[in-house]
């Protein structure tokens, strides 16, 4: 069975979890495109009862591939919750179905989760937080990494000092930073210097997050943090080039630097893999808009707005250049007789069988 591994003088690049964002689809197209490291799963949840395996499969379909993507990269499961029994029982379950390794969040910023003891609201309490990473690392196998999630504190920046040492205490393989408070949401600016401070103090490696839009951003980020190790969430999605430039920056494994980017084809193999997931174009289509909000965080291309109108995916890929070209090789699971409402920027809400039965408002990043 393959592990996770993030040692120091080995750089790496991790696709961050976001949830409704960075689902299978999109961990299956960006890995297969090449630079990441290794995926992160969206968070699951643990509240009341403890899930077997059956819920794993269905939280991560690369559970039946050696939870790798189709293009062999590894998926690390997030776990989010509040309760240190239930968080290492559902670890130790998870290891059992082949789980390469476990990363608990303590950064998420939804008021929803944080009212229900988890994510962000475990900042305020750095024993639990020690707590919770030593009851997963003694429950799952020795080989396995446990790693953490943090932001740099709820409202101030000091707490990630005290919290960094209770998650390195509780037996964590590495920790990642996001560079923001809880109450700073994704506001920028991020806060490089005090994860330096941390990585310089603990004897663990640490990942550097948040505002890497460039390679201008991960040289500055490299040199105010010392890390060599860096998740990129958003920005990997408005450029899906970005992580090319840095991976060559670091020496790792790229494909040949692109002249521009090719967003037609992106779309098109998107598509291809959210069809492995749902049997409704809606479902790629409401995923597909979703990703526009963050690519028009950084680009202003004259067919965003278009395609935020198009009501099926023929017509999506019409209004793009080349679109047509691409339509023409799209999966053919059409369903025109389902139309859809006109709601902007909604995703689909996809049950164990993997079809889509609603639709909800998306939790963005």
């Given at each position: 069975m393959a592990t996770l591994e993030l040692k120091a003088g080995r750089p790496a690049l991790v696709l961050a979890p976001m949830e409704g964002v960075t689902d299978a689809p999109m961990r299956a197209l960006m890995s297969e495109r090449g630079g990441f490291s290794f995926c992160v799963t969206e968070f699951f949840r643990v509240s009341q009862d403890v899930p077997y395996g059956r819920a794993f499969r269905v939280h991560a379909p690369e559970?039946?591939?050696?939870?790798?993507?189709?293009?062999?990269?590894?998926?690390?499961?997030?776990?989010?919750g509040g309760d240190a029994d239930k968080l290492a029982e559902t670890a130790l379950r998870a290891c059992r179905v082949g789980a390469p390794g476990i990363d608990l969040n303590f950064g998420c910023p939804a008021p929803t989760v944080n009212k229900h003891d988890g994510g962000a609201t475990l900042l305020k309490y750095p024993e639990r937080i020690r707590e919770i990473v030593g009851a997963v690392r003694r429950a799952v196998p020795k080989d396995i990494p446990v790693s953490a999630k943090?932001?740099?504190?709820?409202?101030?920046?000091?707490?990630?000092?005290?919290?960094?040492?209770?998650?390195?205490?509780?037996?964590?393989?590495?920790?990642?930073?996001?560079?923001?408070?809880?109450?700073?949401?994704?506001?920028?600016?991020?806060?490089?210097g005090p994860i330096g401070e941390v990585r310089r103090r603990l004897g663990i490696p640490v990942v550097a997050n948040g505002e890497i839009w460039t390679l201008d951003d991960m040289r500055r980020c490299r040199d105010e943090t010392g890390s060599e190790h860096f998740m990129l969430g958003r920005s990997a999605l408005a450029d899906p080039t970005l992580v090319h430039t840095?991976?060559?920056?670091?020496?790792?494994?790229?494909?040949?630097?692109?002249?521009?980017?090719?967003?037609?084809?992106?779309?098109?193999r998107f598509v291809y893999f959210c069809s492995l997931q749902s049997d409704s174009q809606y479902?790629?289509?409401?995923?597909?808009?979703?990703?526009?909000?963050?690519?028009?965080?950084?680009?202003?291309?004259?067919?965003?707005?278009?395609?935020?109108?198009?009501?099926?995916?023929e017509e999506f890929f019409a209004r793009l250049p080349g679109g047509s070209v691409a339509a023409a090789s799209l999966p053919k699971w059409f369903e025109p007789e389902n139309p859809l409402d006109g709601t902007p920027n909604v995703r689909m809400r996809v049950n164990a069988r993997r079809r889509v039965v609603g639709a909800v408002q998306p939790n963005v990043l």
């Open positions: 559970v039946r591939d050696g939870w790798k993507t189709p293009s062999g990269s590894l998926v690390q499961l997030q776990l989010l943090l932001r740099l504190g709820w409202d101030t920046i000091e707490p990630i000092h005290r919290n960094a040492e209770m998650a390195a205490e509780g037996g964590a393989s590495w920790i990642t930073i996001h560079g923001r408070t809880k109450t700073q949401g994704y506001m920028p600016p991020a806060y490089w840095l991976a060559r920056e670091l020496g790792l494994p790229s494909p040949a630097p692109a002249t521009e980017t090719d967003w037609t084809s992106i779309f098109a479902y790629a289509l409401c995923r597909m808009k979703l990703w526009l909000r963050m690519v028009g965080h950084r680009h202003a291309y004259a067919w965003l707005d278009p395609l935020k109108r198009a009501l099926s995916l």
